[in-house]
Nanobody, 126 residues
């Protein structure tokens, strides 16, 4: 298991930007793929973005492609989600998560992640 703590959420106007951060404690961060998920109010949790353990490959949900960027700093045990051109429908609690499996590829399926942060609220006003 790995402890994950997200930060950087807040209230922003439509069209604005936010950068979410997730710090990991525990051994082996550099050897795991990481992902960001979100849960909009009244809806189920959904995939947002994921990154290969080495940071060399990424995948995005269609709804955020071209607006969000995931990155990973293995030296700092950090994963980031840069969110630009935010829309009201991006309002959600955002979670970072560690992918199951040593040096595994990224995944869009939440059941393939075994460590989760507590979440950070992002609210986009129109």
């Amino acid at each position: 298991q790995m402890q994950l703590v997200e930060s950087g959420g807040g209230l922003v106007q439509a069209g604005g930007s936010l950068r979410l951060s997730c710090v990991a404690s525990g051994r082996g961060f550099s050897n795991y793929a990481m992902g960001w998920f979100r849960q909009p109010p009244g809806k189920e949790r959904e995939f947002v973005a994921a990154i290969y353990w080495s940071g060399t490959s990424t995948v995005y949900a269609d709804s955020v492609k071209g607006r969000f960027t995931i990155s990973k700093d293995n030296a700092k045990n950090m994963v980031y989600l840069q969110m630009n051109s935010l829309k009201p429908e991006d309002t959600a609690v955002y979670y970072c998560a560690r992918r199951l499996g040593y040096r595994g590829s990224w995944s869009t399926r939440s059941y393939e992640y075994d460590s989760w942060g507590q979440g950070t609220q992002v609210t986009v006003s129109s």
